[in-house]
């Protein structure tokens, strides 16, 4: 917890030792206050030196301690005892100094950073020995320096509040940093010091600690899958990926191609005609040499080789398949690529939501088939859905969820089904904010209603930003709008349920997002960003409902929150039931880290809990009763389920689901 050494009988040595990250746990604080202790009042100990173990300095409190009471002695003495001693403390830094350990830092005497400790103990010292004989310890004590007040301090973080506000829409931590930040400049320590644990306390009570503590653990759950069959994450064996190809340089393509060769991947990269091949080659040595500024690093161009034909794929190690979303044309692909590349190589496919087994079952290995579904833009989005198909062998999903770490990706192993996880989820909330605007509201009210809540973006920028277009092809090719209606169908119902046709009747009018400069929003040029309420949309949305006889009516932001939040949360219990996602976890940092859910509401799942699953189930069951024709508000048997068992916490819900099928 702390070992205690005296060296060449003058000099103790505290080092943190509580692996992974020397986190102050109480034990650990216990340890360091009977170490100080003891170091005080020896006298033949001169100086202290505190430092961490295995490369590591402090990674601050025990997050892990933070679910229960405060045990142990509290942190703020401890660092008060070692900032008034009367013998000089050095914090010998390696690796990471993080909130309490950086507070453990900074009440030392003396901060040396980056640097290896071990035989250097008696360097710093005698260092601290020359300074200290320059200089008495009183003006080494944080507790005496007066911090600067620039004479704006007021304007300056006025200016800094608003950007926050407009960043961290929200979110508390952020303004509560400022305010101490204020206290720290002006006013004396101790009062500033008070203010500020005033501040600490009314954050660590919040819901949205509680929520950032549980994202925190659940990105790193994520990277522990398992699959029925027992093998997982540590039984499971990566294979070595040094080449890959990937197929189709269009928007996901590129983004793939950059995402692999940062990580030092040789990539071939793979387009179907001569001019496609040029762009996309030009694009991605643009978007590898930006990166590779950012970075300070050079840019990897020698790793990449563009070519037309599949026939140069034969040695590769993996290859990422990213054409049309066709599945016609994706088992071609598949069935050529699987006569060319070697047996070894593992085919991955990015589709968003097609049936990854029937693509394996194209191929002479289906069991290397894999879906490795990334996110727009490929190299900037953090997540990665790894989608197992049933024949997926354990070293196909473990080879893919590794290359995803490897890339930087947040990996989450998903089972097949349509839409797999997340675009499963944003059916039933999308659907919700179009019946939305059919019985009133307007696309700009309920994107400020999803934007207070904290999502970066609301539902229709989020589209404009995608494209309308492809929702409305997916839409076509399955029956649901164009041609291949079947008129029998009346106009505002499909297969039986509840459809709202009106995104279909903005595409119509060639309005496709952002790209064309028009979409639920009106832009100054096609791809500009700044959206603007355009009163055509308004136009539609009266003449649709005077057609349809609709009374439109004032919609609270409380209603939109609860139809679109809570059928999204109910489908995630359907996924939960079906075994497509093996944890609550799962979901949310899949929506964390690809849809933008705001962190300080844990995620769908999550937010489902603070809100109370009874209440979630009775406003599902009484919008439902409104609205019995949209499926996707019926409540989840599972959801039922925790309710009946008394609402338990959403880290045991996977107990409950223990006993329903599993795809993964
Ligand atoms: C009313 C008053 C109440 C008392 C309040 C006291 C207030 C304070 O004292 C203020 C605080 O310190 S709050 C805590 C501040 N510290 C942090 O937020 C650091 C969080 N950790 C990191 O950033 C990275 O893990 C880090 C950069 C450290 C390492 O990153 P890596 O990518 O190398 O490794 P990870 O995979 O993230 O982590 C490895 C394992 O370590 C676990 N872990 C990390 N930080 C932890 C921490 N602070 N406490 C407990 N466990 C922690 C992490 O979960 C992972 O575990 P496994 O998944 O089991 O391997
Ligand atoms: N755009 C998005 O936000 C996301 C798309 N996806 C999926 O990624 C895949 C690709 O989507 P996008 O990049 O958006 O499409 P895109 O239309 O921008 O690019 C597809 C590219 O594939 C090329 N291509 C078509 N047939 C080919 C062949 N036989 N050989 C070589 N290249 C060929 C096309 O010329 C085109 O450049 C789709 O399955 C899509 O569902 C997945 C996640 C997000």
């Known amino acids: 917890m702390a070992r205690y050494e005296l060296v060449k009988r003058s000099v103790a040595l505290i080092t943190l030792t509580n692996p992974p990250v020397n986190a102050l746990s109480s034990a650990v604080r216990h340890a360091m206050a009977k170490s100080m202790e003891q170091a005080l009042n020896d006298p033949k100990v001169t100086a202290v030196v505190i430092c961490g173990e295995n490369g590591r300095f402090c990674g601050g409190a025990d997050i892990r301690e933070f679910a229960g009471p405060l045990r142990g002695p509290p942190l703020v003495p401890l660092l008060d005892a070692i900032e008034a001693g009367e013998k000089p403390v050095v914090a010998a830094i390696e690796g990471v100094a993080l909130g309490g350990g950086f507070e453990l830092a900074l009440v030392c005497h003396y901060c040396i950073a980056h640097f290896k400790v071990n035989h250097f103990v008696l360097k710093i010292i005698k260092a601290v020995g020359m300074s ?118 269009g928007t996901m393509g590129r983004g793939i191609v ?8 040789s990539v071939i990269a793979v387009e179907s005609e001569k001019k496609l091949l040029e762009t996309g080659k030009q694009m991605v040595i643009g978007m590898l040499e930006r990166d590779a500024k950012r970075r300070g690093v050079s840019a990897s161009l020698n790793l990449l080789k563009f070519t037309l034909s599949l026939q140069d794929l034969k040695d590769v190690d993996l290859v990422i398949e990213a054409v049309f979303e066709d599945m016609a044309l994706k088992k071609r692909v598949f069935q050529e690529l699987s006569k060319v590349c070697r047996p070894a190589t593992l085919l991955c496919t990015n ?81 919700q904010a179009t019946f939305l605007l059919e019985e009133g509201a307007t696309p700009e009210q309920i994107d400020k209603a999803l934007e207070d809540f904290g999502f970066a973006m609301g539902v229709f920028r989020m589209s404009d930003l995608a494209g309308l277009d492809v929702g409305w092809r997916i839409r076509k090719e399955s029956g649901l709008t164009g041609p291949d209606v079947d008129p029998k169908n009346p106009p505002r119902r499909r297969h039986g349920r509840r459809y709202c046709p009106i995104p279909d009747m903005v595409c119509e009018q060639g309005r496709f997002g952002q790209k064309t400069g028009r979409g639920w929003y009106m832009y100054d040029k096609p791809g500009g960003t700044n959206a603007k309420p355009d009163p055509l949309i308004q136009n539609l949305l009266e003449m649709y409902r005077s057609r349809y006889a609709i009374q439109p009516r004032n919609i609270s932001d409380q209603e939109i929150i609860e139809r679109c939040l809570f059928a999204l949360a109910n489908e995630g219990f ?15 940092v899949i929506y964390l880290f690809g849809y933008g859910f705001p962190r300080h509401r844990g995620g769908p799942m999550f937010y489902a809990s603070m809100v109370g699953l009874e209440r979630v189930l009775e406003r599902l069951e009484h919008y439902h009763q409104a609205h019995p024709d949209v499926p996707h508000l019926e409540p989840s048997p599972l959801l039922k389920k925790l309710v009946a068992c008394g609402s338990p916490s959403v880290q045991t819900w996977r107990e409950h689901i223990k006993t329903m099928h599993s795809h993964l």
């Open 258 to 265: 950059v995402s692999l060769a940062r990580v030092g991947i």
């Open 351 to 431: 589709t968003s939501g097609l049936d990854v087994d029937a693509l394996a079952g194209v191929t002479d290995r289906p069991h290397l088939v894999v879906g490795m579904h990334f996110f727009s833009p490929a190299h900037v989005m953090k997540l990665l859905e790894v989608v197992c198909g049933p024949r997926s062998s354990s070293e196909t999903i473990a080879t893919a969820m590794s290359l995803g770490k490897r890339m930087g990706k947040v990996s989450v192993a998903v089972g097949n089904c349509p839409g797999f996880v997340g675009n499963r989820m944003l059916k039933p909330y999308m659907d």
């Open 132 to 249: 200290r004989a320059a200089k008495p310890l009183s003006s080494r004590r944080v507790s005496m320096l007066t911090t600067p007040c620039p004479p704006d301090l007021d304007a300056l973080l006025e200016v800094v509040t608003m950007e926050v506000k407009k960043k961290a829409r929200g979110v508390m931590a952020p303004l509560a940093c400022i305010q101490a930040v204020r206290a720290a400049a002006t006013m004396p320590y101790s009062k500033g010091i008070k203010r500020e644990s005033e501040l600490m306390a009314t954050l660590f009570n919040s819901g949205q600690a509680r929520a950032l503590q549980y994202c925190f653990f659940a990105q790193r759950t994520a990277g522990k899958w398992t699959l029925p069959s027992g093998a997982q994450w540590n039984n499971s064996k990566p294979r070595e990926i040094r080449s890959a190809a990937i197929i189709g340089l």
């Open 574 to 588: 359907r996924i939960l039931e079906d075994g497509i996602a093996a944890r609550p976890e799962d979901i949310d």
